[in-house]
T-cell receptor, first 114, second 117 residues
Framework: GENVEQHPSTLSVQEGDSAVIKCTYS??????FPWYKQELGKGPQLIID?????GEKKDQRIAVTLNKTAKHFSLHITETQPEDSAVYFC?????????????FGSGTRLQVQP | KAGVTQTPRYLIKTRGQQVTLSCSPI?????VSWYQQTPGQGLQFLFE???????NKGNFPGRFSGRQFSNSRSEMNVSTLELGDSALYLC????????????????FGPGTRLTVL
């Protein structure tokens, strides 16, 4: 079925460096791509999202880019800080049984070393 | 504005029992979606309710069911529990659900950690 692939599964960076997480999707009709951050013992928290009519969106140190032709989108975190350490999930709005549903990537565990 | 709340936060059950989990969405949100999160399968969509009607359903057996009340609060039920049902069950609310428009942004609750022994 339709799915979302996310890479890498783990990512370790030094504080102050940039981190990039990439996702690909298979449903060409997908039009909404959110990113979530999940800390230990908590539910996923929306950090940024992008819709298919936009190629890039930025919010302070976080940015997301979307390439609809190649069906991939990426999360960019600049000037990483230890509090950025968490698991990050990408998702795409994909048709399931005739209606849209969010399908999630497998997650990336980001570790920011102080 | 209060966020999504889920009760209980932790639950321990034995095989064969049934369980009911509760979710209160953000005020004004009419859509509630449920997800199962496990280390092996990740985040998987269970179902979505909008205005008391199940609008979409993922690939889970009929033992998993849910409902939504007129105040948008939702419950999910799992009958005849199996060991493999141990997971974090997450509820997410949105204004309009999977309509494809701006109202479909989903906000998650903290989850209910279910352990089946």
């Amino acid at each position: 079925g339709e799915n979302v692939e996310q890479h890498p599964s783990t990512l370790s960076v030094q504080e102050g460096d940039s981190a990039v997480i990439k996702c690909t999707y298979s449903d060409s009709a997908s039009n909404y791509f959110p990113w979530y951050k999940q800390e230990l013992g908590k539910g996923p928290q929306l950090i940024i999202d992008i819709r298919s009519n936009v190629g890039e969106k930025k919010d302070q140190r976080i940015a997301v880019t979307l390439n609809k032709t190649a069906k991939h989108f990426s999360l960019h975190i600049t000037e990483t800080q230890p509090e950025d350490s968490a698991v990050y999930f990408c998702a795409a709005s994909i048709f399931v049984a005739g209606r849209r549903a969010l399908t999630f990537g497998s997650g990336t565990r980001l570790q920011v070393q102080p | 504005k209060a966020g999504v709340t889920q009760t209980p936060r932790y639950l321990i059950k034995t095989r064969g029992q049934q369980v009911t989990l509760s979710c209160s969405p953000i005020s004004g949100h009419r859509s509630v979606s449920w997800y199962q999160q496990t280390p092996g399968q990740g985040l998987q969509f269970l179902f979505e309710y909008f205005s008391e009607t199940q609008r979409n359903k993922g690939n889970f057996p009929g033992r998993f069911s849910g409902r939504q009340f007129s105040n948008s609060r939702s419950e999910m039920n799992v009958s005849t529990l199996e060991l493999g049902d141990s997971a974090l069950y997450l509820c997410a609310s949105s204004l309009a659900g999977t309509s494809g428009g701006a109202g479909d942004t989903q906000y998650f609750g903290p989850g209910t950690r279910l352990t089946v022994l």
